[in-house]
């Protein structure tokens, strides 16, 4: 068999690929922006400076009102709703 380089259409993609994005648009965006941030930026960072950016965003986060609705959807076993904020 040969490699190829083609692509096949596949029927259960689009499906697939709208189930994740459900998943995402339900996660806090604020965290996930300084996650796609801090990897988009990774291979240009020695270790310091990877740790460095984590405590920032880690710190940027906690001070989110999104992260206040996460503990509290855990402390409650439900669902948070993350707007943003």
């Given at each position: 068999m040969e490699p190829t380089?083609?692509?096949q259409p596949n029927p259960q993609l689009s499906g697939r690929v709208a189930d994740y994005a459900r998943v995402?648009?339900?996660n806090p965006p604020i965290a996930l922006s300084l996650v796609k941030?801090?990897?988009n930026r990774?291979?240009?960072w020695d270790f310091e400076m990877a740790l460095e950016y984590e405590v920032e965003a880690q710190a940027r986060c906690l001070g989110t009102?999104?992260?206040r609705e996460a503990m509290a959807a855990w402390m409650q076993k439900r669902d948070a709703r993350c707007d943003g904020r």
């Open positions: 380089t083609d692509s995402l648009a339900g941030n801090g990897l990774a291979t240009a009102h999104d992260f």
